[in-house]
């Protein structure tokens, strides 16, 4: 079942997002391109026929405008995240307060347990979740524990040398299934129709099914012929800034 979002939750960038933690050794970010780069970003999911909630800047995390990893939208739950990196944790405060509008339910992931959302992967009922530096496998269990309350269910993926799970693998709807370096091969998405992204534009691996259109980053052609081969309308979208700091097109929004 092909799914429709209607709401979508971002973090404006704050100042400080220069300083983020990055390992891209791309440069640093310019301020004023990312803030451009942001209200494109907002702009592309009005689009796509989301009400957008904008939530104010957090001088006190520099990675904050990366929103998806502190929670995620189930539909029927949302839960609160655990961030793997100590500077990010307080990340997730004030997010239950947010969500609260949009739902009953919210559950959390807690500590031993480490969960960021950039590692999850939502298709229909089922949830792929990375086991990565930044999600342990405790975290992974309590998610597959709140997603069988729900009648939703969770499998594992262990990463061998991606950030995160959607850094390698997105899913396009429709049984497609955009896979890079380590995933092209994996047996876990052998049911799928792999797209496969060339290594020298990885990148573009994360990029953005919304309500049928896919939120493509710019530069990488190959990746995006592919995708507009398979069917799909395309926006290309430029987030080079983000880029600098390890951060993909999934990673500014919580889409629900």
């Known amino acids: 079942m092909v799914r429709t979002f209607t709401r979508a939750i971002v973090r404006k960038p704050c100042p400080e997002i220069v300083h983020g933690i990055t390992s891209a050794n791309l440069g640093k970010p310019d301020f004023g391109r990312v803030m451009e780069q942001h209200q494109d970003y907002v702009e592309a999911l009005e689009q796509c026929g989301f009400r957008v909630i904008v939530l104010i800047s957090d001088s006190r995390f520099p990675d904050s405008a990366f929103i998806e990893d502190v929670a995620l939208c189930t539909s029927a739950c949302a839960i609160i995240t655990n961030p793997g990196v100590v500077s990010r944790k307080g990340e997730k405060d004030g997010m239950r307060e947010v969500l609260s509008e949009f739902y009953q339910d919210i559950e959390e992931i807690r500590s031993p347990g480490t969960l960021e959302a950039g590692d999850v992967m939502m298709v229909d009922a089922h949830v792929y979740i990375g086991i990565s530096k930044r999600t342990n496998r405790d975290g992974a269990e309590q998610l597959i524990g709140i997603l069988d309350k729900y009648g939703l269910t969770g499998s594992t993926v262990p990463l061998k040398t991606v950030l995160h ?92």
């Open 165 to 256: 799970l959607k850094t390698g693998v997105s899913y396009l709807e429709q049984n497609n299934l955009l896979v890079c370096g380590e995933f092209i091969d994996c047996k876990d998405f052998d049911p799928f129709n792999r797209i496969e992204v060339p290594a020298y534009e990885s990148y573009a691996a994360n990029s953005l099914w919304i309500n049928g259109t896919v939120l493509v980053p710019k530069g990488f052609p190959v990746t995006l012929a592919k995708i507009e081969k398979a069917g799909y309308p395309i926006i290309e979208m430029d987030v080079s800034e983000f880029q600098k700091l390890d951060g993909g097109l999934s990673c500014l929004s919580l889409r629900f």
